[in-house]
């Protein structure tokens, strides 16, 4: 696993209490980790943070599973 899914990873665990075992490339946010619409807007803020990026609202709500995220922050930060 790479830096930025560990931190990703790191950050649902901190915002959901996910087991990390549950925390697969193909979990979804809300689906398979319980997050709420509350958890999604604070688990995208703390990857801006993070991350040092930003995520559009519009590309947020197509950020479904815990690999979107990771392949979205690693895009955004290949491009800097």
Do not use: K, Q, W, Y
């Not at 943070?49 to 979107?68: K, Q, S, Y």
């Amino acid at each position: 696993m790479n830096d930025v899914a560990t931190e990703v990873r790191d950050i649902l665990v901190f915002h959901l209490g996910a087991d990390e075992r549950r925390l697969t490339d193909d979990a979804r946010l809300t689906e398979d980790l319980g997050a709420d619409s509350l958890d999604v807007v604070e688990i995208v803020m703390s990857c801006e943070e993070r991350f040092a990026i930003a995520i559009p609202n519009r590309v947020a709500t197509r950020l479904t599973t815990v690999g979107d995220a990771v392949r979205f922050i690693e895009s955004e930060m290949a491009v800097r």
